[in-house]
């Protein structure tokens, strides 16, 4: 049986995910706080802004960069997306 968290993103319980998804406080953080939904679709956000953003992942500040967006990303405020990006209809 798949864990429950109470998803920040979402504001309610989902699975969450199987381990958490990073080293350090940070990473139990988001293992006992985001779901595996939200996740995945960070994930998605995450190579789009990188790809758009042309974003070199050795660079110090493109990586504080990202974390920010993650943060705002997964607590619901406003966060940069790839521009001209329009999601495909349902």
């Not at 504080?64 to 619901?76: D, H, T, V």
Request: charged share 25%; glycine share 4%; hydrophobic share 35%.
């Amino acid at each position: 049986m798949s864990r429950t968290v109470l998803c920040r993103k979402y504001q309610k319980k989902l699975p969450g995910l199987p381990v958490p998804p990073m080293p350090g406080p940070q990473g139990i953080d988001l293992y006992e706080n985001v779901s595996a939904e939200a996740w995945k679709e960070w994930q998605a956000q995450q190579t789009m802004l990188i790809n758009e953003k042309h974003l070199n992942m050795m660079d110090p500040e493109a990586r504080k960069f990202l974390k920010e967006q993650m943060e705002k990303f997964l607590s619901n405020e406003d966060f940069e997306q790839a521009e001209g990006y329009v999601p495909p209809s349902s």
